[in-house]
């Protein structure tokens, strides 16, 4: 929900160039256009290939940054990342890039996704003794970078990255080179793009448009990409599972102007939309509405689809954040209630669709549609873009309790009284996967649709992973 589908466990953005003077004010524009994907803090690393140099805080992109800043990352290379709280909580000690100093190197790393298996690593580092400096998962990953035995950094990174699980982007700097790495199921997005001679990645495509950068392709599951003064080079540090891109990549998280996995996400949502107005049928109303931003598309796909009127029924102020991006229960309702503003005029009197991509909680719904009969709406039906979210997830959104979920342990006519509708429609699991229409032919059209039918792709707590760190001691 525009507020609510923040109840998994993260959502961050990555983006890193290679190869251009302007490296840093590049990487500013590019946590730009991926704010969206977490309001929390922003970091980025510089390096001209000796020297690093860092400058990270906690809040918005502008907020942290300044040109004063900018002029002091130096160098042709960098790394950037917007965060939204994941694994380890907040704190400017999880704000990320991670820059490590060592005797073997300086290294800096960004990270976007969720380790299932990070507490088993963490433990078995620590008992050999690394020390964390911070609770995020991701300096799991640098730690199993420093420890491991291999003759050359490449074969290191991958040994790493071979005994993570769960879901991972990163984008990992050095003084010669930058390696890029999917998780073995694709569960979070990463793309490569080149603007003249240099050589971007970002979480999204969006970043690329912005600073004028060519849509070169993306990395695919368990690739590792090398970029350094040779070119590109192609390498695997694992073998593709089970293809698994996270389902709301379209149906919220993602900006409609990015493609993911080749799909644009705006023409996904008016599919999304189209096609859960094949599934309701017939419905007697005289207005569609979306809850900016994330529902637009999907609210004009169905009011096309049904042939009723899409009017603009609620107004978003663009100057509140994201309401799931806000960590505590508290400020997510404060937040919905300066967030959004009916337009009197377009709902009253009227029976109105309110078309929305996801129910979480309830409590952002239940607003919204006590929001728009007060406005003077004689009905108000919810249509959502997405089945019911009963399971959690484990791999980076904001809800890893089912606790939280108020499809748990609900039928849909529970929760349609508990958010107050007239009326309240999911979209089905196989409506959402013929919707989106990924190129690919794997189980689910290779999405995860694992909040929406309990079905994970990967281990949860994998225990088979433990006995093969041994060789990290010797």
Not at 161 to 181: H, P
């Amino acid at each position: 929900m525009l507020a609510e589908i923040r109840g998994l466990n993260e959502e961050c953005g990555v983006f890193g160039i290679w190869g251009h003077e302007a490296a840093a004010h590049l990487s500013y524009y590019g946590l730009h256009a991926l704010q969206h994907r977490g309001q929390e803090g922003a970091g980025i690393v510089a390096t001209d290939g000796q020297y690093f140099k860092a400058v990270k805080g906690e809040g918005l992109v502008n907020e942290v940054f300044n040109e004063e800043k900018l002029k002091s990352l130096k160098g042709t290379s960098a790394i950037a990342h917007v965060r939204y709280t994941t694994a380890g909580g907040g704190g400017i000690e999880n704000v990320q890039p991670l820059l490590v100093r060592s005797s073997t190197g300086t290294i800096a790393l960004a990270h976007n996704g969720n380790l299932v298996n990070a507490n088993h690593l963490k433990q078995h580092l620590e008992r050999s003794g690394s020390i964390f400096h911070s609770t995020s998962d991701t300096e799991v990953i640098v730690h199993l970078i420093k420890k491991s035995k291999k003759p050359r950094f490449r074969e290191q990174v991958k040994e790493a990255l071979s005994l993570l699980r769960g879901a991972f982007s990163v984008i990992i700097l050095t003084k010669d080179k930058m390696i890029l790495a999917r998780d073995r199921n694709g569960l979070r997005p990463l793309s490569i793009g080149k603007l003249g001679d240099a050589w971007v990645a970002s979480s999204e495509t969006c970043a690329f448009d912005l600073i004028g950068a060519e849509f070169i392709r993306e990395v695919e599951p368990g690739e590792l990409v090398v970029i350094s003064e040779k070119g590109i080079e192609e390498d695997r540090y694992a073998q593709m599972e089970q293809r698994a891109m996270c389902a709301m990549e379209y149906v919220y998280f993602a900006r409609p102007d990015s493609n993911i996995d080749y799909v644009n996400i705006h023409m996904a949502r008016k599919r999304l939309g189209k096609q859960l107005a094949k599934e309701m049928g017939s419905i007697d109303a005289d207005v569609v509405t979306g809850v900016p931003d994330s529902s637009i598309s999907a609210a004009i796909g169905f009011a096309e689809e049904i042939g009723i009127p899409y009017e603009m029924g609620l107004i978003k102020n663009r100057y509140v954040g994201r309401t799931f991006i806000q960590p505590t229960q508290e400020l997510r309702e404060r937040g919905v209630k300066m967030k959004l503003s009916p337009v009197v005029q377009v709902v009253r009197g009227k029976r109105v669709v309110m078309v929305d991509d996801s129910i979480v909680r309830g409590t952002t719904s239940r607003r919204i549609v006590k929001m728009l009969k007060e406005a003077g709406a004689k009905e108000v039906h919810v249509a959502i873009t997405s089945p019911p979210i009963s399971n959690p997830c484990f791999y980076g959104i904001d809800i890893s309790s089912d606790e939280e979920l108020i499809a748990t342990g609900k039928t849909i006519d529970e929760i349609r009284d508990a958010i107050g509708a007239d009326s309240l429609t999911f979209l089905s699991p196989d409506g959402l996967v013929e919707a989106i229409s990924r190129p690919f032919d794997d189980e689910n059209g290779g999405l995860c649709m694992a909040c929406f039918t309990g079905k994970y792709p990967t281990e949860i707590f994998p225990d088979t992973v433990l006995p093969h760190i041994k060789e990290l001691s010797h």
